[in-house]
């Protein structure tokens, strides 16, 4: 612990510098891929230095230890479905500091873990030196909808994605509202791989502006060992739920049954391909049904689905009448096709679900602090190395998260409460790292 101190103090005695190192696409490379079936994010992703921006009275600058990759990375990354300068271009013209954004490099990163260096005149929670984790939710506290729920404001946006700044650096500048306490018993790399994808399944499934999972339900999870699924694991199985995870290997099944699958399926046992039309989703749908049924005894009530295109259609047959399909994401195409029969006679809902609000996350990362969540972090690379570790996700060649370490010198740093930390347990707390 004294390490984690000395290292903290030494990063908040000095000045800010004037360029930091960050991971960033850069506005001239937009359309460097032209038709190209395969647009590898290593080509796009550049590190190098970007100037600092200055900080608004309620912003935070926080010195970034780890990040991690999400998939929207690799969208910013492949300048799809839109180039994302179009999103800092509109929030530019708000004018005042939202100018600064509109620049012709766009720093990357929707998570992080890291110390307070700066604070603005008007935040109040926070000083330098705190240990924090950053939302990627980034809101407008003064629009009367953010105040019901901040995923309803008309400038809600995501930090890193369609704003500048993003995680994937030494430096990010960040809202107030954006930061929570870090999880003393995890390490930079294992907290920064939590919030997002952590908050976004909560959401979707626990919260009161998803599916609302109770004890028994029988929840269909798509990408079970994906940074999303590996969560939805555990929320069911914590909440009293019968998580039925969807992978694709053998290798993977066996990581959904440590993370506490009841049930496991691989795609090629049951033949599931993309679908080429709604038939073959129903098709498809009713050789999952018939397995789920053989070992569970029932259909599901919820199906947890972020692939999008290649299994949406699927899930709204698959589950059972009243049953709920929650998305929050489409990684395999945004043009959803299905039986809208099966949807309204056996008075199904879907709900489209983003992100969560501060509310959800505060939750969810109470959850991490009691020790009832674990990160699913499967490797870590330098953020030197980003280019690497966003090509895998691309590549769906991950499992869990991918971290990157920014200012932290090398992994298993950042630890404050080694007693929880062994009650737990390494082994539990590193379940997809072999």
């Not at 600058?61 to 300048?79: G, P």
């Not at 879907?350 to 959850?367: C, D, F, K, T, Y």
Request: glycine share 12%.
């Amino acid at each position: 612990m004294a390490a984690v101190v000395e290292l903290t103090d030494s990063i908040v005695a000095k000045a800010p510098p004037s360029e930091y190192l960050a991971a960033h696409v850069v506005a001239a490379d937009v359309n460097m891929f032209g038709i190209a079936d395969d647009k590898d994010v290593r080509k796009s992703i550049r590190v190098g230095p970007v100037p600092m921006p200055d900080l608004a009275p309620d912003e935070v600058l926080v010195a970034v230890m780890a990040s991690s990759i999400n998939y929207n990375t690799v969208w910013s990354a492949t300048f799809e479905p839109v180039p994302t300068f179009d999103f800092l271009r509109r929030y530019g013209k708000q004018g005042g500091y939202a100018a600064r954004h509109d620049v012709p490099h766009h720093v990357l990163g929707s998570d992080a873990a890291g110390v307070v260096v700066r604070v603005g005149d008007g935040v109040r929670h926070w000083k330098a030196g705190d240990h924090v984790v950053v939302s990627c939710v980034h809101v407008d506290d003064q629009q009367p909808a953010t105040h019901g729920d901040a995923m309803l404001g008309s400038d809600q946006r995501i930090w890193g994605f369609e704003t500048n700044f993003g995680g994937l650096a030494h430096y990010a500048v960040v809202r107030a509202s954006q930061l929570l306490a870090k999880p003393p018993h995890l390490t930079w790399e294992e907290a920064a791989s939590v919030l997002l994808c952590a908050s976004t399944s909560y959401r979707m499934l626990v919260g009161a502006n998803g599916a609302r999972i109770k004890q028994g339900d029988v929840v269909l999870i798509w990408g079970a060992t994906g940074g999303l699924g590996a969560y939805a694991v555990q929320l069911v199985k914590n909440g009293g739920g019968i998580p039925v995870g969807v992978v694709g290997s053998e290798e993977k099944a066996e990581l959904a049954r440590r993370l506490g699958c009841d049930v496991v399926i691989n795609r090629a046992e049951v033949g599931l391909t993309t679908p080429r039309d709604g038939a073959h989703a129903i098709e498809l749908g009713k050789a999952l049904g018939r397995v789920i049924r053989r070992e569970v005894g029932e259909d599901p009530h919820v199906a947890f689905d972020y692939i999008g295109r290649a299994t949406f259609g699927i899930s709204v047959f698959v589950v059972r009448k009243g049953g709920v399909v929650v998305t929050c994401g489409s990684s395999t195409g945004y043009l959803h096709e299905f039986d809208n029969r099966y949807l309204w006679m056996n008075l199904k809902r879907i709900i489209g679900s983003h992100a969560a609000n501060l509310q959800e996350q505060w939750e969810v990362n109470r959850l991490f602090h009691l020790g009832h969540l674990v990160p699913v972090l499967s490797a870590v690379h330098p953020l030197e190395d980003v280019g690497e570790a966003a090509r895998a996700v691309q590549l769906n060649e991950h499992t869990g998260k991918v971290g990157v370490l920014c200012l932290a010198p090398e992994p298993g740093l950042g630890v404050t409460d080694t007693g929880l930390r062994a009650r737990i347990g390494e082994e539990r707390l590193n379940l997809l790292r072999g």
